[in-house]
């Protein structure tokens, strides 16, 4: 019942979100749901609801971990949109908007929990093929959110985050079927009579079916190098939706991936599997070290980031072993801080009306000084630095990659990584640091004190929060489900 | 061997090298639609005992979709956005159509080293299917205007519909709807996409959408 | 042995006819009444009679362009089946012969046409250069596909083998290598779509502007090697089409004359419906007939 609970009110009060005409009941209809939503979701911790409508619907012990993070980035983005909305509509009231059948708020409201709710469906889908209508269908339910600004350049990244997307999904759904011929006697997808009659599956098949959802759906998550349209969605979408792409659906493309390596680690091709994974994972790493370097603008800086990231998540689920443990703990911290990052950076566009990097300085001086000293905080997270859970995370994969001694490839990650901490390091001390820029006219009070609203920073505040205290104390409860589902993904 | 079905199959292989060599958007529609008609009538060919009901529920339905209500959305879409009737694909035609004999090559190699013992409705199923599959994806990236990018994203999921309905005739009917639902709904937001391209770049042209991009060595320092 | 010899007589005879078919139908749709049917013989005659005259800045190689040409196309006509009956000369390999001694009949003409040091010639000698580039390829490929159907390897041998006439079982590849080979015939006749017999303007000519210097006997040779060729490559067209037709040898050659008549009237409607393609355009309409001879090869692979 809870299971399709979560699923059924963000579908509705989403639908039901494009036809509210007013601001206020809308906004906190939102609030309302994610908190639903992540009510259930701590429901479901409690009891393990029985699998729904056919077993195609159920949380086990890999999926309930990425359901979580869902549920509590978007609680906490919720909370922040209702502030960014605020503000937006403020900024908006002298243009007269064209008359329209849904007003721009109303779209991208009804967007964002449709968003929650294809990302639920992905999660929760125990039916390879339902699963893969899922992420089609995140792309759909996003691409409108991340068209919000309605400028030409979001119209370009909107424009190449679909075309991307649907191509990767599309050889997704090829993967998909080859999967179905590779199952040659049992014509169903559901994963667990797939890895039950995982040894008599067709192997040549099965490679290609891996090759192609790897391709696949590592588009969607941002593996390099198919990420192109992650840093121009990224950096053009609301803040708020950025911290979402990130921090939950690129989650929820690897489950994807996931998925159908529980498969292959039951018909025996964990080692090739894991080949490609390392491989990936280490080029991505690689990439976004290279575009971190030298970026001139601080959202597709952060985007790049989250490159590196799924990069590092993917490389420890290869090394498998304890590496794999890492991973979650890596991707749980990623998607906290990576979201907190991006809220607060929403907090620095509104105020400085500009991405570039070289415009800002003395965020911790000015006006600001509160967004400013969270988006050190983050920085310090996101690059690893003790005590995060992070760094807790880098720590485990880098010690199983040793203990598997793969020498080079520790020495290529941990170059990388320095890369990504200086260049990271340079663009947020050059933001925080020095004489503070004071944005005079506007003349809007509200704006004066935007920066510092407590909405909008509370969130931030909270995830960083957790994210360090993955590192300092980790609760067993945690700790236990995150091991068993490792076992589940070949790590120990 | 069955006949009819090698025919089906090697008239959607020879609409992949027409769809390479013409020149007019509208030939292109067309193409894809015939090429949709075609793919779904392939689920029949199957031996009559074999046919389900269900089958012919879906198969008339992609039949709708994307002979009919597919190019009906892009012929909109080429009237309303005042879209110029030229491909313009980069490299010119000749070679785009060597290109798609290469990707038919290539998509053979690669079905010979998948083997498949069951009988099938023709044996050119699968090469034609990957050649289909990679021909849209190549028109993908060597045309440079949105409504063809949507043209060959629908070319490449005929490739797979060719695919699915060659090998997988008895997959349940519900995931293929749901299937379908999803690629309809992916042609209209890209279809209102294009709307919005080009009423804000007055053309479709996606090399134009080029202001999003990073390079290792950035042109203006921090 | 005397009925293949009379067989090669009635071809030799019969090919010039085929134009006059040509011309006809052209006339017919254009509302004309047209040249008579044996108009190319009339021509040839007339030629004949004539003497040549030859340019001081020519040497010998273009006394030898017609006479090497027509009597490699002749030397072809000696491998090309008629009616499912095996060719005069017939050994494993002729497939590669065959389409070598066409080449030599083509650089021959080349060689000629260039001799002139006419700067028309050496364009219209440039053409069929660059269009032969696609069109040989083709022509090897179709054949190599025919060669794998039927595991043979000499034209005889492919025309008369039974496996051929298992329409069934071969039938898309066939009618792949009848698309491609109908390009190739259109090309190497330099017919419409990709060259016009009948056009007048020199900077838009191929064939016809590589002979303008030749004249009396000689050109009276490149018109009736004209003619042979045109019935070489229907003979693959038209044998492919009846596939080992088998019936009695007369009713099988009636058949197959009858076939070959059939085929003129179709190049007549094609000639008369379709326009002649820009020369930019010519290469893209040859690369279909190589795309489809290689589509067919690796069909034909499995």
């Known amino acids: 019942m809870i299971n399709i609970l979560l699923i059924i009110i963000p579908l509705f009060s989403g639908l039901a979100l494009f036809l509210i005409r007013n601001d206020f009941v809308r906004r906190n209809l939102i609030v309302v749901c994610s908190g639903a939503h992540l009510a259930l979701t701590c429901l479901t911790w409690l009891k393990r609801s029985n699998p729904a409508l056919a077993g195609w619907f159920m949380f086990d012990n890999v999926s309930i971990i990425f359901l ?40 991208f409201s009804g967007c964002f929990l449709l968003f929650l709710t294809t990302m639920t469906i992905v999660i929760a889908s125990q039916h390879l093929a339902v699963l893969w209508v899922g992420v089609e269908a995140t792309t759909l339910a996003s691409a409108p959110l991340i068209y919000f600004h309605r400028t030409k350049r979001s119209l370009e990244a909107t424009w190449k985050y679909l075309l991307i997307c649907s191509v990767g999904i599309a050889m997704a759904l090829l993967g998909i079927f080859f999967l179905a011929v590779a199952n040659n006697n049992h014509s169903d997808l559901l994963l667990g009579k797939m890895i039950a009659h995982a040894a008599g599956m067709n192997i040549p098949w099965l490679k290609a079916a891996f090759l192609l959802l790897f391709v696949g759906y590592g588009t969607k998550m941002g593996i390099a190098p198919f990420h192109t349209w992650l ?121 400085f009306k500009t991405k570039k990097i070289g415009e800002i300085q003395g965020l ?127 790590g120990l | 061997m069955n006949n009819l079905g090698d025919f089906v199959v090697i008239i959607v292989l020879l609409m992949n090298l027409m769809m390479l060599s013409s020149s007019r958007i509208r030939t292109c529609i067309r193409i894809v639609a015939g090429q949709g008609i075609l793919i779904g009538c392939m689920p029949l060919l199957n031996d009559f005992h074999l046919i389900l009901p269900g089958m012919v529920i879906s198969a008339s339905l992609s039949i709708i979709l994307k002979g009919f209500v597919f190019p009906w959305l892009l012929f909109r879409a080429v009237q309303e956005a005042n879209i110029k009737k030229e491909v313009e694909p980069v490299g010119g035609y000749p070679l785009s159509l060597l290109i798609g004999v290469m990707i038919f090559a290539l998509s053979f190699w690669l079905s010979t080293r998948l083997v498949y013992t069951k009988p099938l409705v023709s044996h050119l199923a699968a090469p034609v299917s990957f050649a289909t599959f990679f021909t849209g994806a190549f028109i993908i990236v060597s045309r440079m205007k949105a409504i063809t990018q949507v043209i060959g994203y629908l070319l490449l999921e005929n490739g797979i519909y060719l695919f699915g309905a060659a090998f997988l005739s008895e997959q349940s009917l519900l995931v293929e709807l749901a299937i379908l639902l999803d690629i309809f709904v992916a042609v209209f937001v890209m279809g209102i996409a294009i709307f919005h391209i080009s009423r804000e770049f007055d053309h479709i042209d996606t090399q134009k959408l080029s202001e999003l991009k990073d390079s290792i060595i950035s042109k203006q320092d921090i | 042995m005397y009925l293949k010899i009379a067989q090669f007589i009635l071809i030799l005879i019969l090919s010039p006819f085929l134009f006059g078919v040509i011309n006809r139908t052209k006339a017919f749709f254009a509302g004309r009444k047209g040249s008579p049917l ?67 009949a083509r650089f021959f003409t080349v060689l000629a046409a260039l001799d002139t040091g006419s700067s028309f010639e050496g364009m219209g000698a440039s053409r069929e250069v660059q269009f032969a580039m696609f069109v040989e390829p083709a022509l090897f490929l179709s054949l190599a596909v025919l060669t794998r159907i039927t595991g043979q390897s000499s034209l005889s041998g492919i025309f008369s083998n039974a496996r051929m006439s298992s329409w069934v079982t071969y039938d898309p590849l066939i009618i792949l290598v009848l698309g491609a080979l109908f390009i190739v015939f259109l090309a190497e006749n330099s017919r419409i779509p990709v060259d016009d017999p009948n056009t007048h303007l020199e900077l838009t000519m191929i064939h016809e502007v590589m002979v303008l210097d030749h004249g009396g006997v000689d050109f009276a040779y490149i018109m009736y090697s004209a003619g042979i060729k045109f019935w070489l490559f229907g003979t693959l067209l038209v044998g492919i089409f009846l596939k080992g037709y ?53 069909i034909s692979m499995r």
């Open chain 1, 68 to 107: 979580t993070i869902t549920s509590i980035l978007f609680f906490g983005a919720s909370v922040y949109a209702v502030r960014y909305l605020a503000d937006e509509s403020l900024e908006h009231l002298d243009e007269a908007e064209k008359p329209q059948i849904f007003s721009r708020e109303a779209v």
């Open chain 1, 231 to 351: 840093p121009d969605a990224h950096s053009e979408a609301p803040s708020v939706v950025s911290a979402l792409l990130s921090g939950a659906l690129l989650n929820c493309a690897f489950l994807g991936i996931l998925r159908v390596y529980q498969i292959c680690i039951a018909a025996g091709l964990q080692a090739y599997c894991q080949e490609l994974f390392m491989f990936f994972g280490l080029l991505s790493i690689v990439f976004a070290a290279v575009f971190i370097l030298k970026q001139p603008d601080y959202k597709r800086m952060l985007a790049y980031s989250s490159v590196e990231h799924m990069g590092i998540i993917t490389l420890g689920i290869g090394l498998g072993g304890s590496a794999v443990f890492g991973s979650m703990v890596n991707m749980i911290g990623h998607s906290l801080t990576k979201a907190g990052l991006f809220f607060i950076a929403g907090n620095i566009l509104s105020y």
């Open chain 1, 364 to 490: 911790i001086r000015g006006e600001m000084q509160w967004s400013g000293v969270l988006w050190l905080v983050g920085f310090l997270i996101i690059t690893g630095t003790p005590p995060s859970g992070i760094f807790f995370a880098k720590f485990i994969i880098l010690k199983q990659a040793l203990l598997q001694k793969h020498y080079g490839m520790t020495f290529i990650f941990l170059a990388a990584l320095a890369i990504v901490f200086i260049g990271m390091a340079r663009i947020f001390i050059s933001m925080t640091q020095g004489p503070a820029i004071k944005i005079v006219g506007q003349g809007d009070l509200n704006k004066h004190n935007r920066g510092n609203a407590f909405l909008s920073l509370v969130p931030s505040a909270l995830f960083f929060g957790l994210a360090i205290s993955l590192g300092v104390y980790f609760p067993a409860w945690l700790s236990k489900a995150l091991a068993i589902a490792a076992k589940e993904l070949g």
């Open chain 3, 38 to 104: 044996l108009q190319l013989y009339y021509d040839i005659f007339k030629l004949l009679r004539k003497g040549a005259v030859y340019s001081t800045t020519t040497s010998k190689f273009f006394i030898a362009g017609p006479i090497v040409s027509l009597s490699a196309v002749l030397t072809a006509l000696l491998l090309i089946p008629f009616a499912g009956q095996p060719a005069l000369i017939s050994f494993d390999g002729d497939i590669v012969l065959f389409i070598y001694l066409l080449g030599l």
């Open chain 3, 246 to 298: 088998s019936c009695g040898q007369v009713t099988a050659s009636v058949v197959f004359i009858l076939g070959m008549i059939l085929l003129a009237v179709i190049v007549g409607i094609v000639e008369s419906t379709l326009a002649r393609l820009r020369l930019l355009k010519v290469p893209h309409f040859l690369i279909v007939a190589l795309a489809l001879a290689i589509v067919a090869l690796i």
